[in-house]
């Protein structure tokens, strides 16, 4: 049973289109994030959601929205892609949040984007 | 918000060797993870360091946290070509940017 799944693993889109990227997690977990890793590999934390709630949001540009139906889920859509948004995007769960607090974190699989 | 850098940002070994990668941050540590990504994967979580002076040790990776809660050093003796990937250091949701690893049989 995966615990933190994101689908699709791979998705190759134009640029100026609209996508998204679903994440579902099945650990009971009241955190769950969303991570971009770009080319030099190099993980950058984009958003996190506790209790619904958006509690960190690092300088992303607003064509990326976060949506959580509830707190298993956490999709990301991302408005009128540009090149530079290629990169693979990474899901995560967790127990707890905040920025003082030691918390484990339970990464999807990725997807990666590549936009054309 | 942490800052983490890790050194070196990527090590070339024969197998058989240890190694030693490197992680310091810009603040204090409560607590610091590591983990392992292997190419096209997701990240495997390898252990999680939280008191001035803890060891951990999981096969054959052993993590550090010093004293002074600033830096972690992971250690992988007698390297296999299994340990090959990229080891990335966290706290507090940042990651550091990762340490690049191949093992050359």
């Known amino acids: 049973d995966t615990a933190v799944s994101q689908t699709p693993k791979y998705l190759v889109t134009q640029m100026g289109n609209d996508k998204s990227i679903k994440c579902e997690q099945n650990l009971g977990h009241d955190t769950m994030y969303w991570y971009k890793q770009d080319s030099k590999k190099f993980l950058k934390i984009m958003f996190s959601?506790?209790?619904?709630?958006?509690?960190i949001n690092e300088t992303v540009p607003n064509r990326f929205s976060p949506k959580s139906p509830d707190k298993a889920h956490l999709n990301l859509h991302i408005n009128s892609l540009e090149l530079g948004d290629s990169a693979v995007y990474f899901c995560?769960?967790?127990?707890?949040?905040?920025?003082?607090?030691?918390?484990?974190?339970?990464f999807g699989s990725g997807t990666q984007l590549s936009v054309l | 918000s942490q800052e983490l850098e890790q050194s070196p940002q990527s090590l070339i070994v024969q197998e058989g060797k240890n190694l030693t990668i490197n992680c310091t941050s810009s603040k204090t540590l409560y607590g610091l993870y590591w983990y392992k990504q292997k190419y096209g994967e997701g990240l495997i979580f390898l252990m999680m360091?939280?008191?001035?002076?803890e060891e951990k040790s999981h096969e054959k990776i052993t993590a550090k946290l010093d004293e002074k809660k600033q830096q972690s050093s992971l250690h992988i003796t007698a390297s296999q070509p299994s340990h090959a990937g990229i080891y990335l250091c966290g706290a507090e949701g940042s990651f550091g940017q990762g340490t690049e690893l191949s093992v050359k049989p």
């Open positions: 959601y506790n209790n619904k709630e958006l509690i």
């Open positions: 995560a769960s967790s127990q707890g949040g905040g920025t003082s607090t030691v918390r484990k974190l339970f």
């Open positions: 360091l939280q008191k001035g002076g």
